[in-house]
């Protein structure tokens, strides 16, 4: 089996993948005599990943880490310098291409940060935007203002607010749907009329899935770009 660990700003997450299929893995008690190979992709530094990585040495566990390049198969980066995407957007993107092949999508991971990547039906990524999570959005203005709070229990809807709570939490919630609608405008082709499919990961994900008909959430996009990344690179 192998081991593919997803580490974050925030948290690390990391799963087991035997036979087409994730299992959860708990961290510090891991069957290292059952993997084979440790798949890793990190956006920041992790002493956690470390021990992990020393714990694989030690039982002559071989580790690939994700990286993002120009282009994997047809899949292309839009960015110049593609070292500066976020390993965790390529791998969405990957896991988007791979799900969806010939189909226009739109990936959205909502977690700390929001992240929106525009990929056209050839699989050139056409760019995105990276937005203050949902959280993000609310704490800064509480932080930030005087009169603005939040209640710690008032949910994020997609209507107006009347209250202050109210206003705070929907207004995020708008901003990132009307983010995302703007996403759609840069896949729109008159003469075709071809579908988009717009996938949604992260802790925020499925709260968002439901403003978009016919959108999917899938919690394990990231693990299974991860998992696309090993078997479409050279690793040799
Ligand atoms: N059911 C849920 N489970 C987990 N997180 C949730 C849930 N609902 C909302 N959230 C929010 O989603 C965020 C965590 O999402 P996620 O796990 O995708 O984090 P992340 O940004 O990817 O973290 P990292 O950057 O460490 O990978 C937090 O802001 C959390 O409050
Ligand atoms: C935006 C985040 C923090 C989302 O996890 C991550 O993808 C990242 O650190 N990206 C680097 C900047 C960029 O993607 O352009
Ligand atoms: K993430």
């Not at 580790?63 to 995407?85: R, S």
């Not at 990276?130 to 994020?156: A, E, Y």
């Amino acid at each position: 089996m192998r081991l593919l660990i997803d580490v974050g700003n925030t948290s690390l997450k990391a799963v087991l993948w035997h036979n087409e299929q994730a299992q959860p893995a708990d961290i510090n008690d891991l069957p290292w005599l059952q993997i084979t190979e440790v798949i890793y992709a990190c956006v920041g530094r992790s002493d956690l990943l470390n021990d992990v990585l020393a714990q694989a040495a030690s039982n002559n566990i071989i580790c690939f880490e994700a990286k993002v390049t120009k282009t994997l198969g047809n899949l292309v980066c839009a960015y110049e310098h593609v070292a500066n995407l976020g390993i965790d957007r390529w791998l969405a993107l990957i896991a988007g291409f791979t799900l969806y092949p010939n189909t226009a999508c739109i990936v959205v991971d909502a977690g700390t940060a929001t992240t929106i990547d525009v990929l056209n039906s050839e699989g050139l990524h056409l760019g995105g935007w990276i937005l203050p999570g949902l959280d993000l959005m609310t704490s800064s203005l509480t932080q930030n203002t005087q009169r603005v709070f939040d209640d710690g229990k008032t949910p994020f809807t997609n209507e107006l607010g009347k209250n202050t709570p109210n206003g705070l939490k929907n207004g995020a919630l708008v901003a990132t749907i009307g983010a995302i609608e703007q996403a759609k405008l840069h896949l729109t082709d008159k003469k075709t009329e071809q579908k988009v499919q717009i996938i949604f990961a992260g802790g925020y994900g499925l709260l968002l899935q439901q403003q978009f008909e016919g959108s999917i959430f899938d919690s394990l996009l990231v693990m299974k770009g991860l998992n696309y990344w090993y078997e479409l690179t050279e690793t040799v």
